[in-house]
């Protein structure tokens, strides 16, 4: 969005409109003047009209005296009495050359002119045209050009004849005129329309000006002309024509408006200042809310905002700080509750992520550890939540002061403890974990129990372990994993466990989808009977091939599967698989003993025994075709418990056998109450065996004492021949390793069987 | 020398009384027919002169043109010829008293009183009598061979007594007819009273200034 400045308006706004005023003030007086000027001129031109028609009159009249004077003069009467004609021609020219006229003329009493005082002209001269211009003066057409007539009649006392006198409208009268009036003037006569002559006081008269009143421009000067007829005697007609020049009258305006032109300037100018500084004083202040608005957006909540004014920016001002605050206040608060823990009024996981993060680019080493209660689970299914809160507030009352001044601790539900300790090797760190631990550990009174409660805590180090916030809290929580009651209660996170650890979480989530996704397998391993040489039994191996991963071990996912409880399910595969191929064998002939391994888990589940008999019998399987191997450790794990299923199987005829024997300290004593009918020894002990040594002792007297309370004994982990004759020597029953046959397919264990066939019977040292 | 104008003006008018009281008498004597002059439209028509031919003269002198309150008195004078005429000044200014005309040009330069001699009129004809001075002042002497002439009064009556019986020539003259002689009006028997209409327009009838000539001749103007 275009911003558009509240400062730029004000300016634009004010100073257009000032300009405004100023254009139609400046308008108004330069029309005015103009107008003014052209009255001024036409007041001039009606003032010199009749100053002109007056002077024409006082002129007249002037002329007029000399004229009677003229007349009554008893000796010019004498003369006309007695028709002296050369005595009145010289006495005219007389008065001619004493009043400045330009003829003077003598008529009879008829009106027939006599003589002149240009005597040559007698006879020639006409008079066309007469008109009375005053009372005693007349406008005269004489030889087609124009006079001014003033006549006096010769008395004797009778008329004796008549003198006149006329004074030509000529240029030298007109410029007379002009200097009297201050206006152009041009005298013009005409006959018939057709201009005879004119006479002015300026080159421009030359021109035609049409004989009308009004308004003309001539050689780029404006005037007013005003046209006065002096005669109207068709065809004759002499008019003057004034004109007033307008510039004269413009230029008296011209120094006012150069002034108010100079005026409206300084005014623009003073104004535009004012406005800047107005605006100013109104957008500064705006300006500075503006930013302070967003210095508060920003988050940045320092620095009061006020305006030393007291009028609605200064209140607005206010109401911005009071904002300012108030957001202050509860973005505090917010923060405090994003960082902190309701229960405990720690810090939680997000202010030790802050202060991680902080720590880890400031450069500087350090240790973070996480602590939780044993059993906490079990605690709080025990005794409720409320007295988990309970005991966790009071463990954190009862750490108050114990802890270093520089170390960070938080709580953060379903974590337990964080303790961020800047600035700390892991040794040094250790220490102060474990006085920690020792402290949780005293007894303390909860509502009303005393309690000792153990905790647990695992412990990264920076840079040690990594450099990334997020990482390091996943890492605090894998080593508490690995933490132990006892002596192992601080564990420090290490990085191999750290990728063992990720692959088994990918395995136990993946393992879960294996049977569906057909990634399972399910191989056999030949038994040999040492006695016959004969191939009667064979161990079912499962085979896990991940999609991604590739075949997994069994010692790596039977584990998982155990510790996560998928072992169920993947027994039940294995059940189907073997019983489905022990189907497929039967119904060709091929008569093998399957011996399938199951977990303390299976053995757990009361319902175990029945669901092998309904696989079987599903399948129409005898039960003498199925053998079951439970590990020592599962068989040790609860005894009692185990013995139930194992009999119920046992009742069912299915045969039994303990594996990996010699790894789960179990007694003898324990062994023989169990109904099992097989010893599988360690293949840990049966590797080494024909290089002698304490693993020889070991299987030696496990046969004799296994053979003594009746058992089959079973090795595995054969793989050369010195072990198999050495076995064989000893009477050992059963013998299954590499050297006999790896796992194989049920297909590729058809061929093995034809191909070995008695092969085994007859076995020698070579 | 105490000079009182009233007094002359005085003794002037006894003298035309007694003028007046003489021609009463005489027309008494014989029949004095009552003559009224007019003018075109039949207003009576002042200082017209009326003259009658073949009649015994009738001897008489004293012929006076007074010059008063500015004025010629009195307007027309009909005098015959060899009259000698007065020009005395009853006025208390001087006056220039001369004629261009060419029966009698003459001057009286600036006189007063009975200063200025009599003036001898030797030939007919009609003497125009301005002021030099007063230019307003216009007498008129008409100088005749008629043996009897009489001017009219305001009335427009003229009186011609002790005319004999019978019809003579007569003529008339007024100052409308200045460049002319009298008009003859025929013979007349002017034994009875009678009124004689003359041509002269009312505007000639009256003294008033004229349109100069060039006026006259450019009319059509006004």
Redesign the interface.
């Known amino acids: 969005m275009r911003v558009r400045y509240l400062r730029t308006r004000l300016i634009v706004t004010s100073v257009g409109l000032l300009a405004l005023v100023l254009v139609a003030v400046f308008l108004a007086v330069y029309t005015s003047t103009n107008f003014s000027a052209k009255r001024q001129a036409q007041h001039q031109l009606e003032v010199g009209s009749k100053v002109f028609s007056n002077l024409l009159e006082a002129r007249a009249r002037e002329l007029t005296n000399a004229t009677q004077i003229l007349v009554?003069d008893?000796g010019f009467?004498?003369a006309v009495?007695?028709g002296d004609l050369p005595t009145i021609r010289s006495a005219l020219q007389n008065q001619v050359r004493r009043i400045g006229a330009d003829q003077a003329m003598f008529?009879?009493?008829?009106?027939e002119l006599q003589t002149s005082s240009a005597a040559a002209n007698v006879g020639r001269v006409v008079?066309e045209?007469?008109?009375?211009f005053s009372e005693q003066a007349f406008i005269a057409v004489i030889d087609h050009q124009p006079y001014l007539l003033v006549?006096?009649?010769v008395?004797?006392?009778?008329?004796?004849?008549?003198v006149?006198m006329v004074f030509s409208l000529d240029a030298a009268l007109a410029r007379e005129l002009q200097k009297l009036t201050g206006l152009e003037i041009r005298f013009v006569s005409s006959l018939d329309e057709e201009i005879m002559s004119t006479y002015s006081t300026s080159p421009y008269a030359q021109q035609d000006m049409n004989l009308q009143e009004g308004t003309r421009k001539l050689e780029g000067e404006g005037y007013l002309t005003t046209v006065i007829t002096l005669l109207d005697?068709a065809p004759y007609s002499v008019s003057a024509q004034l004109a007033s020049p307008l510039s004269e009258a413009l230029a008296s305006f011209d120094d006012l408006k150069r002034e108010l032109l100079v005026i409206t300037l300084i005014a623009l100018l003073a104004s535009s200042l004012l406005a800047v500084r107005l605006s100013g004083s109104l957008a500064r202040p705006v300006t500075l809310l503006a930013e302070a608005a967003k210095r508060i957006g920003r988050g940045d909540y320092t620095g009061k905002v006020a305006l030393a004014r007291d009028d609605e920016l200064g209140l607005l001002a206010d109401s911005i700080d009071t904002m300012r605050s108030g957001i202050a206040e509860r973005e505090e608060l917010i923060a405090h509750n994003a960082m902190h823990d309701p229960l405990t009024g720690l810090p939680n996981v997000s202010a030790v992520r802050e202060r991680l993060k902080a720590a880890l680019i400031s450069g500087q080493q350090g240790v973070l550890a996480q602590c939780n209660l044993v059993s906490a689970e079990l605690m709080t299914k025990a005794r409720g939540q409320d007295f988990m809160d309970t005991l966790v507030r009071q463990s954190v009352t009862h750490l108050q002061g114990h802890m270093p001044a520089d170390s960070l601790l938080a709580w953060q539900p379903g974590v337990g403890f964080l303790l961020l300790l800047e600035h700390r090797d892991l040794d040094e760190a250790v220490v102060v974990v474990d006085d920690m631990l020792s402290k949780l550990g005293e007894k303390l009174q909860v509502d009303d129990i005393k309690l000792r409660s153990q905790w647990l805590a695992g412990v990264v180090s920076w840079p040690l372990h990594g450099s990334d916030a997020h990482d390091l809290l996943r890492q605090a929580s894998i080593a508490l994993a690995d933490a132990t009651p006892g002596p192992e209660r601080i564990a420090v996170y290490q990085a191999q466990r750290d990728q063992a650890y990720q692959r088994r979480i990918r395995l136990a989530r993946d393992l879960r989808y294996a049977a569906q996704y057909k990634e399972l397998s399910a191989v056999y391993q030949p038994k040999l009977d040492l006695a016959s040489g004969e191939v009667r039994q064979v161990e079912a191996l499962m085979r896990w091939n991940h999609s991604e991963l590739g075949p997994i071990s069994p010692d790596e996912f039977i584990i998982l599967a155990e510790q996560t409880g998928s072992i169920g399910m993947l027994t039940q595969w294995m059940m189907a698989a073997v019983a489905s191929q022990l189907s497929n064998w039967i119904d060709r002939g091929i008569h093998l003993q399957v011996a399938m391994n199951i977990s303390a888990r299976d053995l757990d589940d009361p319902h175990f025994p029945l669901r092998i008999e309904r696989v079987l019998q599903a399948q129409e399987i005898s039960t003498d075709y199925l053998a079951l191997e439970v590990t020592e450790s599962a068989v040790m794990k609860d005894p009692e418990r185990n013995l139930s299923s194992l009999r119920a199987l046992r009742d069912l005829g299915i045969r039994l056998a303990v594996d990996d024997y010699g790894t789960g300290y179990s007694s003898l004593a324990t062994l023989k109450s169990l109904p099992v009918q097989d010893l599988k020894i360690d293949k840990s002990f049966v590797l080494q065996l024909a290089e002698g040594g304490d693993d020889a002792v070991i299987v030696k007297s496990t046969i004799e004492l296994a053979h003594n309370m009746g058992l089959k004994v079973i090795a595995e982990g054969i793989e050369n021949i010195h072990s198999l004759n050495w076995l064989k020597e000893r009477h050992c029953d059963v013998a299954q390793g590499y050297f006999i046959s790896r796992p194989l397919s049920p297909v590729d264990l058809e061929r093995w069987l034809e191909d070995t066939r008695g092969s085994f019977g007859v076995m020698e040292p070579a | 020398m105490l000079y009182s104008p009233y007094r002359r003006f005085l003794a002037c008018t006894l003298m035309t009384a007694l003028l007046a009281a003489t021609q009463l008498l005489l027309a008494g004597r014989s029949l004095a027919a009552q003559i009224t002059l007019t003018d075109a439209t039949g207003a009576p028509l002042a200082n017209a002169v009326l003259l009658v031919d073949g009649v015994p003269p009738l001897t008489a002198d004293g012929y006076v043109m007074d010059q008063i309150d500015r004025q010629f008195v009195p307007h027309v004078l009909a005098a015959p010829v060899g009259a000698e005429v007065d020009f005395p000044n009853s006025d208390d200014v001087r006056h220039h008293v001369y004629s261009f005309s060419e029966a009698k040009p003459f001057e009286l330069r600036l006189f007063k009183g009975s200063e200025a001699p009599p003036v001898v009129f030797d030939r007919s004809g009609v003497v125009v009598l301005g002021c030099n001075i007063h230019d307003a002042m216009l007498g008129y002497i008409l100088i005749t061979d008629s043996p009897r002439f009489a001017v009219s009064d305001v009335q427009g009556r003229v009186s011609l007594p002790d005319l004999p019986a019978g019809k003579w020539p007569v003529s008339w003259w007024h100052s409308s007819r200045l460049q002319k002689g009298p008009e003859s009006l025929g013979e007349l028997d002017l034994g009875q009273d009678q009124t004689l209409s003359l041509p002269v327009t009312a505007a000639q009838a009256k003294p008033v200034p004229m349109l100069s000539p060039l006026q006259q001749r450019f009319k059509s103007g006004y």
Do not use: I, K, S
């Not at chain 1, 045209?129 to 009375?132: R, S, Y």
């Not at chain 1, 008395?155 to 008549?162: E, F, L, N, Y």
């Open positions: 009554a008893f009467r004498q009495a007695t008529f009879d009493v008829q009106g008079v045209a007469l008109q009375p006549e006096a009649v008395r004797a006392p009778v008329p004796v004849g008549q006149a005697q």
